[in-house]
Nanobody
Framework: QVQLVESGGGLVQAGGSLRLSCVASGRTFSSYAMGWFRQAPGKEREFVAVISGSGGNTDYADSVKGRFTISRDNAKNTVYLQMNSLKPEDTAVYYC?????????????WGQGTQVTVSS
């Protein structure tokens, strides 16, 4: 069983930055692909970014490319999402997710979510 705990959300003005963190329990963190999804009010949950277990492969939603960066520190069992140039449309609950592979990540473990609110 893997538990994921997100932190770092909050209220920020448009154009600002936030860094989300997700700490995972367990001793096999480096074997898990990790990712971030988000869900805005009244909308479906959507993919944001993903990173392979080694950190060598990443992928991003088109809407965040060039603004968000996903990274991980396997020594700290932590994955990060650096969010720059935030826009009001980035407002959502952000969820950390971990799975055995990038392709099957949504069937893995989910955190409880952290709220990000971007004011205009």
């Amino acid at each position: 069983q893997v538990q994921l705990v997100e932190s770092g959300g909050g209220l920020v003005q448009a154009g600002g930055s936030l860094r989300l963190s997700c700490v995972a329990s367990g001793r096999t963190f480096s074997s898990y692909a990790m990712g971030w999804f988000r869900q805005a009010p009244g909308k479906e949950r959507e993919f944001v970014a993903v990173i392979s277990g080694s950190g060598g492969n990443t992928d991003y939603a088109d809407s965040v490319k060039g603004r968000f960066t996903i990274s991980r520190d396997n020594a700290k069992n932590t994955v990060y999402l650096q969010m720059n140039s935030l826009k009001p449309e980035d407002t959502a609950v952000y969820y950390c997710v971990g799975g055995r592979t990038i392709a099957t990540i949504t069937g893995g473990y989910w955190g409880q979510g952290t709220q990000v609110t971007v004011s205009s």
